[in-house]
Structures are given as C-alpha cells and as structure tokens.
C-alpha cells in the first residue's frame, strides 16, 4: 500500500510539472478560499536520501502552487532524525557516491527553498547523533538547538504543522 501511495504522489507530481494543463485544469480554491496567506511547519524525517529528494521537491512545487493560486505562503521546514545525513555532499563521499542523483536534487531543493525565502531549521541533536559535522551543512541551512522545540514554537506563533512521512 506504501509504494502505491508514494507512486500515485510521483505520477502527481509528474504531470503537474510536464504541462501547463494540470497546473490550470486543477487548483485548491476551496482550501484557500479566502486566504491571501498561510503559514506552515513541515516536518522532515526520512531514512533514504532518495525519500528526502522526492518530498523536499514536493515542498518547492507546494510553495509555488500556493504563489499560483494567489496565496503567499511563509513556511519552515525542520529537518530531525536521520535525514540530517542527506542534507551535504562533503559529510560522507561515500554515501554521496552511493546517491549522487538524489544529493543533487536535495542540494537544488535546499537552494530553490533558500531563494524562496523559506526557513530549513537542522536540529542540532540529530547531527550529533548521526555524527554530522555541521560545518558541512549548507548555509542555507539554521541548525536549532532541538528540533521539536522549534516546531512547538513554531505551531505556536501559528504555522500549521504538515507532517511529511
């Protein structure tokens, strides 16, 4: 059941991105009926660096749909969990050899982020935990003192929590 949701959520995004007709034969008026902004918190924490490519370029087509369809978005994202072992090419050569492609899309998806003005937050256990010289993370990147901390803050102030999984 897994793999059929992950490849129904592919073949999604695969059309949305190769024509303008799903991009405007679709929309999410009744979600954002009314809205001219929204705040969300994604929170990330995958085992594959492949699972991490796939959702951290989910989050950039999230943002530019909502910037489509006339909402301005302000979002965050933490990264938690082992995921912090994706997120440079130069903490482990041999694991970014081993997914290369997926490195590539996840550094692209961090940069495509960046410029959008969203804030990844790197919880700083995690990276001690999965021994992560932080020095290494991109500075696109914040690292937080704790990952959970952060996103109860930012639930707090507002942010709507999207759980990705």
Not at 34 to 50: C, Q
């Amino acid at each position: 059941m897994y793999y059929y949701l992950q490849t129904v959520l592919l073949s999604i995004v695969l059309m949305g991105s190769s024509g303008s007709y799903a991009k405007t034969a679709y929309n999410d008026s009744a979600a954002l009926n009314g809205l001219s902004e929204a705040k969300a918190v994604f929170l990330i924490d995958f085992k594959t660096a492949k699972k991490t490519a796939f959702y951290m370029d989910l989050i950039v087509g999230t943002y530019d749909g909502m910037v489509r369809q006339g909402v301005k978005p302000e979002m965050v994202v933490v990264i938690i969990g082992p995921t912090v072992k994706f997120l440079s090419q130069t903490a482990d050569p041999e694991l970014t050899f081993e997914y290369e492609e997926a490195f590539t899309s996840i550094q692209a998806s961090i940069q495509a982020l960046h410029l959008r003005g969203v804030r990844m937050e790197v919880c700083a256990i995690a990276t001690e935990l999965f021994q992560i010289d932080n020095q290494h993370l991109p500075k696109a990147l914040d690292l937080v003192a704790d990952g959970f901390v952060s996103l109860i803050g930012w639930q707090t102030q507002g942010y709507k929590l999207v759980p990705v999984f």
